[in-house]
């Protein structure tokens, strides 16, 4: 992969973290995790392992995310830490 | 789940969305045993595709697509289809799962293994499609959502 696009999914993945743990809003933060879920899916298929990137953009970005936001919902939205 | 408020498009959204994952979903099961994919990545989109129309829709849109009693037997016939496939071909004197050994006239042991393979991987992907809707249904069930 061209490693100029790779640079900026590896920053774009640690932003995503850093506000993800940040974060107040627990709803933003399940948003956070799934991109970061998806751009490591990204990461895994140009490096080479395709299976796994699929698993990963389907469970990570997919079935944990919709989890997460009915966890949310039933629980309080905001952070108390 | 409980809702916020009314919104046709979100609805309008994953109904437009919805079958056509749904689709991609059987095409990564019937592809898997020689591309990308397979069994439980095919059921966790089978999965998604359901539980889109779920948070969209709530309870009563839901009711028409997947019954919540519906998934415990999805679960267990995609079970059965697994184990089942295994133990007759243990029965026909191979091993467990051994694909050669299954009981299907007029198939050469490739093909054998061709199709057992498949079989597998729709019970694979049936039981992880029902056991992931039925997590959903678990999680939102003392919520009043309509």
Known sequence: MIWEIELIIYIFLALSAVVALEVKDLLVAVVMMTIFSFLMALLFVAMGAIDVGFTEAVIGAGVTGILFVVVVFQTSRKSND | ?146
């Open chain 2, 1 to 146: 789940m409980r809702r916020q408020f009314e919104s046709p498009i979100v609805l309008l959204g994953a109904r437009l969305l919805s079958p056509y994952i749904m689709v991609f979903g059987w095409y990564v099961i019937i592809h898997g045993h020689y591309s990308p994919g397979g069994g439980f990545q095919g059921g966790a989109l089978l999965a998604a595709s359901v539980l889109l129309i779920r948070v969209a829709g709530g309870r009563r849109v839901a009711r028409l697509q997947i019954q919540e009693f519906a998934t415990t037997p999805l679960a267990i016939i995609g079970v059965v289809i697994y184990f089942a496939t295994g133990l007759v071909s243990m029965a026909m004197g191979g091993y467990f799962l051994d694909y050669s050994a299954l009981p299907i006239p007029g198939m050469d042991p490739a093909w054998l293994r061709y199709t057992g393979i498949l079989i597998i991987e729709v019970g694979i992907g049936l039981a992880v499609m029902a056991i992931l809707v039925m997590i959903y249904d678990n999680m939102v069930r003392g919520e009043d959502y309509d």
